[in-house]
């Protein structure tokens, strides 16, 4: 039934283009280009939210993510799907929802560039941000949207639930957001940040916030770096834990440490970042947050809490990693350049 309201309230949607799709404000301005039917110009329905997910070689994942968004309660949405440099074909997964979801393939590497060019071809008034390895649940649009309702110029985030529970790398990782949630008091409104798989705001101010910063290369501090800037400029970040996706995100102890020493690393960008814009600095926390953070599975009795504890600790030795060997190559590179030449 959601599905055939869904066909019922959109217009085609997978297109192609050759034009530059560039909007002022947003911090990068890779090219877009569009493709499926063969058109002029990229011609997306004007519907009252528009949701953005990147994507890159994961058709799997995104099959069942727009499967969750075709049973969404919402009346009146678009999907913009971004294929992020991929070199799978995705439009035999988009095509069953062609009535509702546009295809688009962005070549700026990044999910920072390829957030940034949805939210260019989306004309909604809202936007909400999940990623191909998510199913949202079906109030998830209009619970983001009811919550947006209250404060225009809020930044929305949601509740993410790890859906692979047999992994203790995936467990381990959600943890670790759900304590940093926990720990920043997201009820009461003080997070500086929502992780970038369940956001909603504004199109008009994220614009005018210059969205996503494409300096960042990675899925890391990017949505960090956004909800600084969001706080900065007076805005509120608002909690809406009845929005959840369910997030599929396999890990092995391997790709864990690579995700935390990527996080390191943009951390350390975000600090500069922050730096260069006279931002106060971000303090670095004491032994009672680590404390806290340690033993926040057992007092939380998840599974295997003492693994994800020992996990947990090994995240935080890979972030210092990433942090540090990046602060020191640019250290060297500012010493290469201050050598005089002869």
Known sequence: ????????????????????????????????????????????????????????????????????????????????????????????????????????????????????????????????????????????????????????????????????????????????VSFLYSYYGATAGTMPYFASNNLACSRDVFLDLGGFDETFPNAAAEDRDLGMRWGESGRALVFAPEARVHHAHHLTLLNFCRQHRNYGRGARHLHQLMARRGAEALPFEGFGFYGKLLTYPMRQRQRHALRQSALLFLSQLATAYGYYTLAFRNRAWRDTKRVDLP
């Open 1 to 176: 039934m959601l599905r055939q309201k869904a066909k019922e309230r959109c217009r085609p949607g997978l297109h192609r283009t050759d034009d530059d799709q560039k909007l002022p404000g947003l911090r990068g301005g890779a090219d877009i280009t569009a493709f499926g039917h063969v058109q002029n110009d990229v011609h997306l329905p004007n519907p009252k939210a528009a949701v953005i997910v990147p994507t890159k070689n994961r058709p799997g994942q995104l099959a069942v993510c727009l499967e969750a968004m075709a049973e969404q309660d919402h009346p009146d949405f678009h999907v913009v799907v971004i294929d992020n440099g991929g070199k799978v074909d995705l439009e035999p997964v988009a095509a069953p929802h062609r009535d509702w979801v546009t295809l688009l393939s962005e070549m700026k590497p990044g999910p920072a560039a390829a957030r940034n060019a949805g939210v260019r071809v989306a004309e909604a008034e809202m936007i909400a941000f999940t990623d191909d390895d998510c199913r949202p649940e079906p109030q998830w649009l209009s619970t983001l949207d009811a919550a947006l309702s209250r404060d225009r110029d809020a930044l929305i985030g949601g509740e993410t639930i790890n859906r692979l529970q047999d992994s203790i790398c995936s467990q381990t990782s959600q943890t670790l």
